[in-house]
C-alpha cells in the first residue's frame, strides 16, 4: 500500500544558486517549484513578486549573467546524462543554443568584461580531456584556444579583456590556477606549490595584480590568502583550523565573504578590506552556500539549509547585519516542530581515530529505535546538517538517523581525507562497524534494528558492509552505487577515469584488491535484503554497478528489490521519481525494520 505520510516532506521544494541581475532591481536562481528545476527570478522592489523564466523539458544546471545585460547563461544535459549544453536565455524567455554537441560536456566559463564573449572548457576534442574556448555571442563563432591532455577549467575573465584565468586539475585534491593569454595562448602558471594544494574561488584585486582566493597550500585546512601574480608570492591573511569555503568579492573590490565550516556547520563571515575588520552574522543550525554581493554592494545573498530549515535563499543587509528570507519555497511539513536538529558526536574507530557523525533522534518515543544510518558519497565529500526529507520522515515515524563522516571525508583536513585512499578503503567501512557498536552502547537503539543506506560511493560502502560484515544489518538500500571497483573502472566516462585512479588504484596495479574487496564478488554472504536504485543515463557510475549485482542475487533468490529510471542519470532531479523512490524507501524499512518487522 502507498505510503502518503511521506509526500509532506518530499514537497518541500529548494531554492539555489541565486546571481543578481548586473541593474540590481532581479534576482534570478534555480528552483524546483514546477516539479523541475528551472529558472526564476525575484523583482526586488515593491510586492517582490516571483515568476518562472524558464520553461524547458530538462533540468537547468547553471544561471549566469551576461555582463552588463539581462541576458542569462544557462546550461541542460538530457535526462540526467550530464553532457551539459550551453545556452542563452533572453528576457522574453526566447532561449538560443550556444553548443550543439550532444555527445560532449560544456561547463561555463564567464563572460568577458564587455559582455560580447564567453569561455567555456569541452571535451569535445578527447573524452578524456577538457580543453578551453570562447565563444562570440553576436556572431555564436566559436575559438578553441587552448588543448593539452589534461582537466582544464576557466574560471573568469582577467578585468581588462586580455587573459582568462584557468584551472587545471590534477587531483580532486590538487590543481594548479594560471593565466591563458587570448592572444597568444600562453599559460602562466601562478600557483606553484610541492605536494597536494587546492586553489579556489579566486578573485581579482582592483589593479588586476593579484588574487584573492582559498587554498589549503602547506595547511590542512583551507585559508583566505592573497597571490601576486607578478612574483607568485602567496600571502596569508585569515586561517583557522576548519576549512572557509564559497569565497565571493563586491563589485567595488573591497568587501570578501566566505562560509566556515566547522564540523558540518556554517557560520558566515565578511571581511571589509578597508580596515581588515571581521563581520560575522548568526543563523541556526545549517550550511551557507551560492554566496554573492548585489550590483550596489549593500547586500548579499546566499543560500540556507538546515535540518529545521530547509533551503532557501536569503539577504543580508551589510550595514545592519540583519538578514531577510527572500523565498518560501521551504514551508515546513506539519510546522516546524516536526523538524529534527541532530547532535554532532564522534566516535572512536578500530585504531582510535575519532570519527564525526550526527545523531539525530526521534522525538516522543520511549522505546529503542530502529536506526538508519545514512552514508555520504564522494567518497572526498562530506554529510552536512542540512534537510533531508527522507530521514525526517523516518524521524517522525520513530526511527533513528545517524550520519557518519567517516574517514576519506573531506572538511577535516588533507590526512583525514586521504586515510581511505587505495588499498586503505576497508578501513573506512570498518568505521561503520565501530559505529554499530557506539549506537549499542548509546543505548536509545535497538540493535536488531539497524538499516544501512546510501548512493553513489555511499552505495559502495552500503554494498561492502553487507557483503563483508554481512550480521549487523536488518536491511540496506544502494542508490546508484558501485559493486566492483574492477568493472567501475573499466566503464565509468573516459574523463572520470584518471580522477578516480588517484583515489580508488588502477586495474593493472590493484585489481587483485578490487577482487578481494569487491561487494560483487561476495554476494553469497549477504543476508540483509537490499533495495537498490539507479537511473539508465549515469555517467558516473555505470548502470551495470547495480544491475550485476542485482542479478546475482536474484540468481539465488536473494530478497532483493530494484528499480531502474530511464529519464535518470547519478542524480535524481524528477520531483515523480524523488517521490517514487523516497516512498518505496520509507515503505522498505518499515517492512524491514519498522513496526511491521
Not at 538560443?96 to 576534442?125: E, M, V
Not at 562497524?433 to 557506539?438: D, F, K, Q
Request: with cysteine; charged share 25%; glycine share 6%.
Amino acid at each position: 500500500m502507498e505510503n502518503f505520510g511521506i509526500k509532506p516532506f518530499l514537497d518541500v521544494r529548494s531554492a539555489r544558486k541565486p546571481v543578481y541581475q548586473p541593474d540590481g532591481h532581479k534576482l534570478s536562481f534555480i528552483a524546483d517549484y514546477s516539479g523541475l528545476p528551472q529558472v526564476w527570478e525575484l523583482n526586488l522592489g515593491g510586492g517582490r513578486s516571483v515568476l518562472q523564466a524558464s520553461f524547458t523539458n530538462e533540468s537547468i544546471k547553471v544561471v549566469k549573467y551576461i555582463k552588463h545585460t539581462s541576458t542569462r547563461i544557462i546550461s541542460m544535459d538530457v535526462a540526467g546524462n550530464e553532457k551539459q549544453q550551453l545556452f542563452l536565455l533572453k528576457r522574453d524567455h526566447d532561449i538560443i543554443r550556444l553548443t550543439d554537441s550532444p555527445n560532449h560536456i560544456h561547463h561555463y566559463g564567464g563572460s568577458s568584461p564587455n559582455g560580447k564573449w564567453i569561455a567555456w572548457s569541452s571535451n569535445r576534442r578527447n573524452l578524456a580531456f577538457f580543453d578551453i574556448y570562447i565563444q562570440n555571442l553576436e556572431t555564436l563563432e566559436i575559438r578553441r584556444l587552448f588543448s593539452d591532455d589534461g582537466m582544464y577549467s576557466s574560471i573568469k575573465w582577467s578585468p581588462d579583456g586580455q587573459s582568462l584565468l584557468i584551472r587545471k586539475t590534477n587531483t580532486h585534491q590538487d590543481n594548479d590556477l594560471g593565466i591563458l593569454q587570448i592572444n597568444t595562448g600562453d599559460v602562466d602558471w601562478v600557483t606553484p606549490h610541492i605536494g597536494e594544494a587546492s586553489f579556489k574561488d579566486p578573485y581579482y584585486n582592483k589593479d588586476g595584480d593579484h588574487l584573492y582566493l582559498l587554498t589549503n597550500k602547506d595547511r590542512e585546512h583551507f585559508g583566505l590568502a592573497m597571490i601576486n601574480l607578478y612574483s607568485k608570492d602567496l600571502t596569508w591573511l585569515e586561517r583557522r583550523d576548519w576549512d572557509f569555503e564559497e569565497l565571493t568579492m563586491n563589485k567595488e573590490k573591497n568587501m570578501l565573504a566566505y562560509s566556515m565550516n566547522e564540523g558540518g556547520i556554517s557560520s558566515g563571515v565578511i571581511v571589509d578590506l578597508k580596515n581588515s575588520n571581521l563581520y560575522s552574522w548568526k543563523t541556526p543550525m545549517g550550511v551557507i552556500s551560492d554566496l554573492t554581493f548585489s550590483p550596489n554592494n549593500q547586500k548579499l545573498a546566499y543560500v540556507f539549509n538546515g535540518p529545521e530549515n530547509p533551503s532557501d535563499i536569503w539577504e543580508l543587509d551589510i550595514k545592519t547585519i540583519h538578514t531577510e528570507r527572500l523565498t518560501y519555497s521551504s514551508r515546513s511539513p506539519g510546522g516546524k516542530n516536526k523538524l529534527v536538529k541532530p547532535e554532532l558526536i564522534t566516535y572512536k574507530s578500530f585504531d582510535n581515530l575519532h570519527v564525526p557523525a550526527f545523531f539525530y533522534k526521534p522525538v516522543n518515543t520511549s522505546k529503542k529505535h530502529p536506526v538508519v544510518v545514512y552514508i555520504h558519497g564522494g567518497p572526498e565529500s562530506q554529510i552536512r546538517a542540512v534537510y533531508n526529507p527522507i530521514l525526517q520522515y523516518l524521524l517522525s515515524i520513530g526511527f533513528a538517523v545517524c550520519t557518519p563522516n567517516v574517514r576519506g571525508s573531506t572538511g577535516y583536513g588533507k590526512t583525514y581525507t586521504h586515510l581511505d585512499d587505495v588499498r586503505k578503503r576497508m578501513d573506512s567501512v570498518k568505521d561503520l562497524v565501530s559505529l554499530v557498536e557506539w549506537l549499542k552502547a548509546e543505548g536509545s537503539v535497538d540493535q536488531r534494528k539497524i538499516a544501512l543506506m546510501g548512493g553513489s560511493y555511499g552505495g559502495f560502502m552500503v554494498l561492502a558492509a553487507i557483503s563483508h560484515y554481512p550480521h549487523l544489518w536488518s536491511a540496506a538500500i544502494d542508490i546508484v552505487g558501485i559493486s566492483s571497483f574492477r568493472t567501475f573502472l573499466k566503464n565509468t566516462n573516459p574523463w572520470r577515469q584518471k580522477l578516480r585512479e588517484f583515489e580508488y588504484g588502477t586495474i593493472e596495479k590493484d585489481g587483485e584488491f578490487f577482487d578481494q574487496i569487491d561487494p560483487l564478488n561476495h554476494t553469497d554472504k549477504i543476508i540483509s535484503p537490499l533495495m537498490v536504485f539507479h537511473g539508465a543515463n549515469d555517467p558516473r557510475v555505470p548502470i551495470e554497478e547495480s544491475e550485476q549485482i542485482v542479478y546475482k542475487l536474484k540468481e539465488r533468490n536473494h530478497p532483493v528489490k530494484y528499480f531502474r529510471f530511464e529519464d535518470e542519470g547519478h542524480s535524481f532531479e524528477k520531483r515523480k521519481n524523488k517521490i517514487f523512490t523516497y516512498t518505496k524507501v520509507a515503505d522498505f524499512l518499515e517492512e524491514y525494520i519498522g513496526k511491521k518487522f
